[in-house]
């Protein structure tokens, strides 16, 4: 069974510019929730999708985005890039979304450098 | 407010010694639900447990086995003859009946050395 796909797994942009990150998650999960992680805030919340509509949302700033297509894949946008997002952005997915403690399971990650 | 701490930062072993690595919460929820996850150098997060909030009996999977004691809000792991295969950053998660969002610990690296 394949597990959660991310792409691109490395990239580097420069400040001021944006990204798209995208997820494939687990064959038969409706949900995708993505996290940013860096070494000085650790795993923070970003957004949770489930069904293609948003369902959750961590504290970031508007910059951040994200969206689900019917296939249930989805991607996240960053615009107008800081130094400070430069982190690991990890995807993960599960049957029926992270409410009543549902188990999530992640993707490898994409590293994201801004320069 | 809910809230996982991961006190031990980085912890150092070497070979076949067993290990525990600390996990704490904090909720006023009485259901929630408590995991933990391995994250090797690849990035990604690795399903190790999920404990629901009324199932205090502990559990043993291989060299693995964790200890959840709601008297003391704590969710420990263990590790018994650690391996170099071991080394990773481990995390500690809580989610809380209704809330859609994992709280993660800080984490903690573990290295076994051989």
């Known amino acids: 069974k394949a597990g959660v796909t991310q792409t691109p797994r490395y990239l580097i942009k420069t400040r001021g510019q944006q990204v798209t990150l995208s997820c494939s998650p687990i064959?038969?999960?409706?949900?995708v929730s993505w996290y940013q992680q860096t070494p000085g805030q650790g795993l923070q919340f970003l957004f949770e999708y489930f069904s293609e509509t948003q369902r959750n949302k961590g504290n970031f700033p508007g910059r951040f985005s994200g969206r689900q297509f019917s296939n249930s894949r989805s991607e996240m946008n960053v615009s107008t890039l800081e130094l400070g997002d430069s982190a690991l952005y990890l995807c993960a997915s599960s049957l029926a979304g992270t409410g009543f403690g549902n188990t999530i399971y992640f993707g490898e990650g994409s590293w994201l450098t801004v320069v | 407010a809910q809230k996982v701490t991961q006190a031990q930062t980085e912890i150092s072993v070497v070979e076949k010694e067993d290990v525990t690595l600390d996990c704490v919460y904090e909720t006023r929820d009485t259901t929630y639900y408590l995991f933990w996850y391995k994250q090797p150098p690849s990035g990604e997060l690795v399903f190790l447990i999920r404990?629901?909030?009324?199932?205090?009996q502990n559990e043993i999977s291989g060299r693995y086995s964790w200890n959840f004691q709601k008297s003391t809000s704590s969710f420990n792991f263990t590790i018994t003859a650690s391996q170099v295969v071991d080394s990773a950053v481990y995390f500690c998660?809580?989610?809380?009946?209704?809330?859609?969002?994992?709280?993660f610990g800080t984490g903690t690296r573990l290295k076994v050395l051989a």
């Open positions: 064959s038969g999960h409706r949900s």
């Open positions: 404990r629901n909030s009324f199932d205090e």
């Open positions: 998660a809580l989610v809380t009946s209704g809330t859609y969002k994992y709280i």
